[in-house]
């Protein structure tokens, strides 16, 4: 297992037959709610708060751009999905904390990683900069930062850095 098989089935979860995966119709999926707040600051894009009964609520600093929310609560989603398949099976969790620590260095990062998996398709973005050639244009399809679709693209091993 790793981020691609991980982000593939949750994917999959959120009926993903369209290009761009929509984080609030999977969080919905998930059972978790997603609310755009105004009281979070300008250093903080997100915060999950995970309620006694199982309840979990995500809320997104609304000063985010539209496309900067969507990998926020991506983001989010990825830490609760970790979290989730962690305590689900003690197999798993040293799983997966080899793979954060072989993959990424830290949590955070690999649940950047994973948030970036399940936005971007791995066939889906290539098949967009095959026809468009444009990082503004493959960013504005996915609806994500264009940032992430650079990194996205190096990862796939489908962009060279400009020299």
Do not use: C
Request: proline share 3%; glycine share 4%; no cysteine.
């Amino acid at each position: 297992m790793n981020i691609e098989d991980i982000a593939r089935e949750y994917r999959e979860a959120s009926s993903a037959d369209v290009v761009s995966i929509d984080p609030v119709r999977l969080a919905q999926k998930l059972r978790i709610e997603v609310y755009n707040v105004d009281t979070l600051g300008a250093q903080l894009n997100s915060v999950v708060q995970k309620f006694g009964d199982g309840h979990i609520k995500i809320f997104v600093n609304q000063e985010l751009s539209p496309a900067w929310k969507r990998f926020a609560i991506a983001k989010e989603l990825a830490h609760i999905i970790l979290e989730s398949e962690k305590m689900s099976d003690p197999s798993m969790k040293e799983l997966l904390d080899e793979l954060v620590h072989a993959d990424k260095g830290n949590e955070d990062d690999f649940a950047s990683a994973l948030a970036a998996a399940i936005l971007l398709d791995p066939k889906a973005i290539a098949t967009a900069w095959k026809k468009v050639r444009d990082i503004h244009g493959v960013a504005a399809l996915f609806q994500v930062p264009e940032v992430l679709v650079v990194q996205r693209l190096r990862e796939l091993g489908l962009f060279e850095a400009q020299k």
